[in-house]
């Protein structure tokens, strides 16, 4: 007994500094809004991410099962990558991943949890959120609702007559908006935009705005009253270049919600949730005045995240229904030329860039593509959030990670993460 006792008071120390691991957690392992996003606390928060504003997104219907064809081989597919010799499971474990699942031809071929993740455990999906956004956007463009080619003033008049009112809905979709404004999640400077940004996208902490009350200060709270504060960077011009800004994923969110007559997350829910067979409900990150963050804020299980790639490799159909609009998927894997030029004008194909992407060729429609006439293509979310797309392979596979940097492009151990997609599609 007193082995016993001893064993058990030595676990628990042995976990003293991992996160929420006791009960109640020890102060070194309490996960709060100042050190969510930073390991080891991101593991944790990551799948329970009702530490912010929350806002659900309900299934409906029958669970589509997706059948099972476990093959052994893949985990331990060996593959080189920059000279080095990597597993499937050792590329993964390496960039701190939480679960990955491969799917091929309908089948699951691999999936594995880490770190204490499961399958019924939901998770960030980061900025793969914007992917999702995209598809959406792509129903109401079907139903003529919205025109790629007008102005976002058109269907926001808050926005009439700012730099952001005056682009068009491509060029939001597209990122070459040109906005004055940094993705940097390190460094931020007091009073920036790009900063006041993050404060109420709750990836940093904003406990004043949280306190304000809106009917006594005017000082804009959540996202969608901040976006008339962007201006034009006065060294690019709009159309020009590629330029990852997650704002304007915001703006596509407050389009489908004003036009729909429906908040973004109801969208979601009766245009793709309920139609995907889905295991789990799913949830959305809000700000502070309760608007589902679309630039980032969807929570799901890993399968049903999976589910949505499934659909997408099939021209939006998935178990009989037709969930995304079939010509926004093939117009998202056609890219024209000079959407082509966009990228290749960006940072991530400077050779001399710590975020050189050897895969992209372009991004469209919220959507990382790869290859275009193959029609692979990836949703992508800091942090090593990820569902690869190969069309011609009928190939998914979906990741989520708790990595210990944010950006992917410039971690190497993710593009080890790519290297293994690849060496996937090329063995089946």
């Known amino acids: 007994m007193k082995k016993t006792l001893l064993a058990a008071l030595g676990m628990m120390s042995c976990f003293t500094y991992a996160a929420m691991d006791n009960v109640p957690a020890a102060p070194e392992g309490q996960v709060t809004l100042m050190n969510w996003t930073k390991q080891p606390y991101n593991h944790w928060a990551f799948r329970n991410m009702g530490i912010h504003p929350s806002l659900m997104v309900p299934r409906s219907g029958a669970i589509s099962v997706i059948p099972q064809a476990l093959d052994a081989r893949i985990p331990d597919l060996a593959f080189e990558y920059q000279g080095k010799s990597h597993t499937v499971r050792d590329a993964m474990i390496n960039d701190s991943t939480d679960g990955f699942i491969v799917i091929h031809r309908g089948k699951t071929l691999a999936e594995e949890y880490f770190n204490g993740f499961s399958e019924h455990d939901h998770h960030l999906w980061a900025s793969s959120t914007k992917s999702l956004v995209g598809q959406a956007m792509g129903i109401l463009i079907k139903q003529g609702e919205v025109d790629t080619d007008a102005k976002v003033e058109t269907y926001i008049p808050e926005l009439k007559g ?119 409900d799913a949830f959305f990150m809000a700000d502070v005045g309760y608007s589902a963050v679309a630039t980032g804020g969807f929570n799901t299980t890993l399968r049903d995240f999976a589910r949505v790639g499934l659909a997408m490799v099939n ?27 966009h990228t290749a004008r960006s940072i991530y194909k400077d050779r001399s860039s710590a975020a050189y992407d050897e895969w992209l060729e372009g991004y469209k429609n919220f959507v990382w593509i790869h290859d275009s006439e193959k029609g692979i293509g990836t949703f992508r979310g800091i942090f090593g959030q990820h569902l690869y797309i190969n069309r011609e392979k009928d190939l998914v596979i979906a990741t989520f990670s708790s990595a210990a940097s944010a950006s992917n492009s410039s971690r190497e151990t993710n593009k080890t993460r790519f290297a293994a997609f690849e060496a996937i599609a090329a063995e089946l």
Request: glycine share 6%.
């Open 162 to 280: 700012k730099y952001i009112g005056k682009r068009t809905v491509r060029e939001v979709l597209n990122m070459v908006t040109a906005l004055d404004y940094s993705e940097d999640y390190e460094n931020f400077t007091p009073g920036a935009v790009s900063t006041e940004y993050f404060r109420r996208l709750g990836f940093i902490p904003a406990f004043d705005l949280m306190a304000t009350d809106p009917q006594e200060n005017r000082t804009p709270r959540g996202i969608l009253e901040y976006l008339p504060e962007f201006e034009q960077n006065s060294e690019l011009e709009p159309g020009y270049r590629y330029e990852y800004q997650s704002p304007n994923v915001d703006v596509a969110g407050w389009i489908i919600a004003r036009v729909s007559g429906q908040p973004l997350q109801t969208f979601i829910a009766e245009n793709f949730w309920n139609k995907l067979g889905v295991e789990h």
């Open 315 to 341: 021209n939006g159909k998935y178990d009989g229904k037709q969930v995304f609009a079939e010509d926004w998927v093939k117009d998202t894997f056609t890219l024209t030329d000079k959407e082509r030029e």
